[in-house]
């Protein structure tokens, strides 16, 4: 009865504000059943070098679809389900934790992503998984990563956030959307430890398998 009256409601809204689905593009859904089940979290643990973390979901598919449309065409209808995927991430990156009080800290986005967008991601994200992250970083202008392979990822990350303010002792849960290389969450790292802060945890929302190139080392 619940779901019934649900989609009723669905209903009802896309006839005054017709959308699409994020994923797939269907008619009269924020987001399908279809894509999303493509969201249900299963967290694994991510390595990288220097890097651990947990994300929810792989970054492909269905998935990575719904994360573009969020991050990049203002979808932020999606931040929900997304925000639930998360919650599973930042679960199992605090599972093994003692029960000391930590913080969320995110990866931010730059100055120019933020006005151009018009909202953070990652900051969406943690408050769509019922969570008020901490404002403890800012980032400095640099390249859009995306186009980046893994060596110009790495150099174009270095030294990228700054802490807002001394972090003398206090204990942080890092989160981002998407772990590719690593890069710059690990950049991340740094700026909360260089601020005397300390990072129990990495959870992301999604990770993207590397796939190495043996002719292009740079490329993934």
């Known amino acids: 009865m619940r779901r019934l009256l649900r989609d009723a409601l669905l209903d009802a809204a896309a006839l005054v504000l017709p959308v699409a689905c994020a994923g797939c593009d269907a008619p009269d859904r924020a987001l399908c059943d279809g894509c999303r089940a493509a969201l249900a979290p299963g967290p694994v643990r991510a390595e990288r070098p220097g890097l651990s973390a947990w994300a929810a979901i792989e970054y ?7 994360i573009r449309s969020f991050k990049d065409e203002g979808r932020t209808d999606a ?17 093994g934790l003692d029960g000391g009080r ?5 990866v931010p986005s730059t100055g120019a992503a933020r006005r ?28 859009d990563q995306a186009a980046l392979g893994r060596h110009a990822r790495r150099v174009n990350s270095a030294g990228s956030f700054v802490a807002r303010r001394p972090l003398d002792g206090r204990r942080f ?17 740094r700026a909360i430890v260089a601020a005397g802060g300390i990072v ?3 959870s992301v929302l ?8 043996r002719a292009n080392p740079d490329a993934w």
Request: net charge positive; aromatic share 2%; charged share 25%.
């Open 116 to 143: 151009r967008r018009g909202y953070d991601p990652v900051r969406m994200l943690v408050r769509s998984a019922g969570f008020s992250p901490a404002r403890v970083l800012a980032a400095l202008p640099r390249e």
């Open 200 to 202: 129990d945890a990495v």
């Open 173 to 189: 849960v890092l989160v981002d959307d998407v772990l590719t290389t690593g890069a710059t969450l690990a950049d991340a790292a």
């Open 79 to 95: 931040a929900r389900p997304l925000g639930a995927a998360l919650r599973a991430a930042l679960a199992a990156g605090c599972a």
């Open 102 to 106: 930590r913080e969320i800290a995110v």
């Open 60 to 66: 492909a598919g269905t998935a990575a679809r719904v």
């Open 206 to 213: 999604a990770e993207t398998r590397l796939r190495i190139d």
